[in-house]
């Protein structure tokens, strides 16, 4: 027997959908409040690269491991919140039933970590006020010889005040992908 290439199926299945009006995503946020993401690249977002395929896969992959292990009762829960009409949605990795007021963020990666990315410290500080915690925890999953173990990247605190100030960034970024949205439909 041959052979069998499942890489279509995946890209497939990890494609780009079109874009929901005035729906965004936390993990997006960074990129967009910080000008990397223009309203442009947003509202027409270019096809995965097959590398980018097999990491968010992997990712997955270890994330799904990590909720087997730490219980899928407490992981991944998902919230939105509507500002101005917008809508942010973001999805908590892991709560701690024994420490009620956390969050954890798990960030895997080929190369171990010495500390967190600016940008998974800002989606972790967006899920505490979304969240009502207040503290956030980043740690990465690590294999070695010994076997299996989180690594703690850092901790961020609670800001409401800095979370409006975000709100507020998208509710303009907003604005001018709803420019576009508009033009785009008059050329339809």
């Known amino acids: 027997m041959n ?46 690269k097959q590398e980018e395929v097999m990491k968010m ?13 730490l219980g899928r009762r407490f992981s991944e829960r998902k919230k939105e919140v509507i500002y101005r009409g917008i809508v942010l949605v973001g999805k908590v990795d892991y709560e701690p039933l024994q420490l009620p007021n956390e969050i954890w963020e798990f960030k895997s990666s080929s190369r ?31 294999k070695n010889k010994e076997g299996i173990y989180l690594k703690h990247l850092g901790m961020v605190e609670r800001d409401d ?3 409006e100030a975000e709100m507020e960034k998208l509710y303009q970024f907003h604005l001018e992908v709803e420019k576009l949205w508009e033009e785009k439909v008059k050329k339809e």
């Open 3 to 48: 052979d069998i290439d499942l890489t279509p199926i995946l890209m497939s299945k990890m494609k780009s959908y079109p874009r929901k009006r005035g729906r965004y995503n936390s993990s997006e946020l960074y990129f967009i409040n910080s000008g990397a993401t223009t309203p442009e690249e947003w509202l027409n977002p270019s096809e995965k």
């Open 57 to 69: 896969w992997n990712g997955i992959g270890v994330h799904n491991q990590l909720e087997d292990l």
């Open 112 to 142: 171990k970590m010495s500390e967190p990315k600016e940008w998974h410290k800002h989606q972790t500080k967006l899920y505490l006020t979304m969240f009502g915690k207040d503290i956030g925890r980043v740690f990465q999953p690590v």
């Open 161 to 163: 005040k800095w979370f």
